[in-house]
């Protein structure tokens, strides 16, 4: 087996491509040149991203300093991330490419500015998963600056949340970032830890026959299939998004306008 020799670089994928909900702190925003978006809350699509800490709970997320969000988050020192699914592949891949210095991302998207828990900044209603952040410590390594957050809440959406209280996270749809591609997630291979797990009926960690990885997942609502991508065309993931339904009522109580708050670009690549 051939192998090829690759220049130092960034190969580490897949990653998760979250979009960054951040507001400035104030009416005037100083980078913004356009009144009518100065003030308003902004998305950016972030790939390096990840886990840091379990105890306390811990994240980073890896920004160029001259984006347009990044300002916003170093100024605010709070942020929101959001986990995208396959009907948000298009809203993700577009608060990518474009500035929020030219447009309001929440606007053209179709998303629904949520109302935070302990942050002053908004979620995205339509994500399945919102994790508050509160920056701890911002550190220049050279193209990135590493922001380094507290989790300080979390919300999820209720529609996957069985009668037992468990929450399906795999059922959602969520999509992975890879060398310049967007993938839903696939097939399950297994569980945590079993390999080392003695063979026993239904503890072979996938669900299937014994040697057998990939066995059905099984959608735990009936919202399920409902989310899944509404494309412009056939094979082309995540058209307009639909307006947050019923399910986040009581839990997720969204913006009616931008400056109603309780409280007071790509992939960062």
Not at 114 to 119: A, F, G, K, N
Not at 158 to 178: P, Q, R, V
Request: with cysteine; aromatic share 8%; glycine share 10%.
């Amino acid at each position: 087996m051939g192998k090829s020799a690759f220049k130092p670089g960034n190969m580490l994928y897949p990653l998760p491509a979250v979009m960054v909900s951040c507001q400035y702190p104030g009416t005037s925003d100083p980078e913004c040149s356009n009144p009518a978006l100065s003030g308003r809350p902004n998305i950016l699509t972030v790939a390096w991203a990840g886990t840091v800490c379990t105890n306390p709970p811990m994240l980073s997320i890896s920004v160029r300093p001259e984006r347009y969000s990044y300002h916003m988050i170093e100024a605010a020192g709070e942020f929101v991330v959001n986990l995208t699914t396959e009907s948000l592949v298009r809203a993700t891949d577009y608060c990518g490419v474009r500035s929020g210095r030219e447009v309001d991302k929440f606007k053209e998207m179709h998303l629904t500015p949520l109302v935070s828990r302990e942050v002053a900044v908004p979620g995205i209603a339509e994500s399945p998963v919102n994790i508050e952040c509160r920056v701890r410590q911002i550190m220049p390594l050279g193209s990135h600056n590493l922001i380094l957050a507290d989790v300080v809440a979390v919300t999820i959406d209720d529609a996957y949340m069985d009668e037992a209280g468990k929450f399906h996270l795999n059922d959602t749809g969520l999509i992975t970032y890879s060398h310049g591609e967007y993938f839903l997630l696939g097939k399950k291979l297994g569980t945590f830890g079993y390999s080392v797990r003695k063979d026993s009926p239904g503890k072979n960690g996938h669900g299937g026959k014994k040697g057998t990885p990939g066995a059905k997942r099984n959608p735990v609502t009936k919202g399920f299939s409902a989310k899944k991508g509404n494309g412009d065309k056939k094979g082309t993931p995540g058209a307009k998004q639909s307006p947050v339904k019923k399910r986040f009522s009581g839990k997720k109580e969204t913006l009616a306008k931008y400056g109603q708050q309780e409280k007071h670009e790509k992939r960062s690549k």
